[in-house]
């Protein structure tokens, strides 16, 4: 069965970084554009950070440009995404998506408080 299994949520304070991981299995993640996608409460979940195919082209959404980085290893075939600088306001459940196939992973909360 494809999977997609997010990982390295938490809770952390203002200012300060997470790293998310998505581990594919039963497909190879590195054949297709990878994004992440995230949801805060009462909102519409919304696209964080992509990376194509290649890994040639990365592209994020404004309000996190400058502080997270969307990267891969192909090896361990998973998706990853470094946070920094995290706000208040970057809370949310944060998934993994792979728009070709349309597979989501079960999500993993990501809590911003001092």
């Known amino acids: 069965q494809v999977q997609l299994v997010e990982s390295g949520g938490g809770v952390v304070q203002p200012g300060g970084s997470l790293r998310l991981s998505c581990a594919a299995s039963?497909?190879?993640?590195?054949?297709?554009?990878m994004s992440w996608y995230r949801q805060a409460p009462g909102k519409e979940r919304e696209v964080v950070a992509m990376?194509?195919?290649?890994?040639?082209?990365?592209d994020y959404a404004d309000s996190v440009k400058g502080r997270f980085t969307i990267s891969r290893d192909i090896a361990k075939n998973t998706v990853y995404l470094q946070m920094s600088s995290l706000k208040p306001e970057d809370t949310a459940v944060y998934y993994c998506?792979?728009?070709?196939?349309?597979?989501w992973g079960q999500g993993t909360q990501v809590t911003v408080s001092s």
């Open positions: 990376i194509t195919r290649t890994g040639s082209s990365r």
């Open positions: 998506h792979c728009p070709q196939l349309g597979y």
């Open positions: 039963k497909f190879t993640l590195s054949s297709y554009l």
